[in-house]
């Protein structure tokens, strides 16, 4: 996963007694939208009670891909479908960096890992990072100061955490995380 990725939330209501034909059609969008170049992945999360909002999350690889799904034809006739079973236009919100990582407080997950997971993955990506870090960068700082050489390696920790390591252990140990 590129630091690149963008990550789209959109939220919206299925009108009274169309939540089944909302479900389908927004899962029939998702089937052609994994065909468009850049297109990622899509998940909907359906509303925590009965008539609240559905939440879809899509994720593209650039915001050029984004851009190009949302000015094509497919996805004008996906909307015009969806307006007949949805209320209202969607609500769009476009997360980015920690913010995807961490996810937003808004969406509600079914069942959150449990935090023994949730650190051991963080471990797997932190140890052999900073262990690279300190063997191969470390040596290269060795004449600054003592805070600025330890500032120096943690930003790379953070940095490489958010944009490097995190997105591809998250996607390769979800369905772990999530069970």
């Keep these: 996963m590129s630091d690149q990725n963008v ?5 919206r209501r299925a009108r ?9 059609l927004v899962r029939a969008m998702f089937e052609e939208a994994r065909r468009f170049p850049g297109y990622l992945s899509a998940e909907l999360i359906p ?9 879809i999350v899509q994720r593209f690889a650039t915001p050029a891909d984004l851009e190009r799904w949302n ?16 209320e209202g236009e ?4 476009l997360l980015h960096g920690l913010d995807a990582w961490f996810g937003p407080a808004a969406l509600p997950v079914a069942k959150p ?10 471990w797997l990506g932190i140890f052999p990072t900073v262990a690279l870090l300190l063997s ?18 943690t930003a790379l920790v953070a940095v490489l955490m958010s944009y490097v390591i ?4 998250t996607r390769w140990l979800g369905g772990w995380l999530r069970r």
Aim: glycine share 4%.
């Design 7 to 11: 990550f789209r939330v959109v939220r």
């Design 16 to 24: 009274p007694g169309c939540a089944p034909a909302y479900e389908a």
């Design 47 to 55: 509303p925590a009670t009965a008539g609240g909002e559905y939440q």
């Design 71 to 86: 000015a094509s034809a497919e996805r004008l006739d996906w909307m015009e479908k969806l307006s007949h079973v949805a």
């Design 90 to 93: 969607p609500e769009y919100r």
């Design 113 to 122: 890992p449990p935090r023994w997971r949730l650190t051991l993955v963080s």
């Design 136 to 153: 191969f960068v470390a040596p290269l700082l060795a004449d600054l100061p003592f805070l600025l050489r330890t500032a120096a390696i």
């Design 166 to 169: 995190m997105p591809r252990l």
